[in-house]
C-alpha cells in the first residue's frame, strides 16, 4: 500500500512504521492521523506481526500536530482539533494495547502528538 505521510513495511515478523513528513517535522495532519490508525489496525489484527518497529525520517521524531493546519482553520480551529484527534486516539491506542510490542527509535524532538504516540512505551532504563 502506498501512504502519503508513513511509510509502512514488513520484513517477516516485524513491521515498520515510519512517520514520513521530514519537510513538516514529521507533524501530525489529517493524513497520517488515518495512515497512523489504518496500519495499527493491520498489525494489531495480524498475528503474524511478532514486532512493531517505530520510527521517523529526519532530525526530529514528530514536531507535534500540524500548525500550518490549525492555522488553515482559523475558526473552525476547535472541530479541526477535535477531528484531528478522532483520527490520531484510535492509532495511539490501538499501539498501546496491542499484543505485538512497539519498539521506539526516536531521534530528536517528540513533542505534543509526538510524545503522545511514545505515551504508551514503557521506558528501563540501566545503570
Known sequence: MDYKTIKFNRDGAI?????ARPDAANALNFDM???LNEVATIC????SIRAVILDAESKIFCAGGDVLTFAAAGKDLPATLRKLLDTFHPAVVTLSTMNAPVIASVQGVAAG????????LQFRYRQ
Do not use: K
Open 33 to 35: 492521523g488515518e495512515e
Open 15 to 19: 513491521a515498520r512504521i515510519t512517520l
Open 44 to 47: 494489531r489484527d495480524d498475528t
Open 113 to 120: 502528538a509526538g510524545l503522545s504516540l511514545l505515551s504508551f
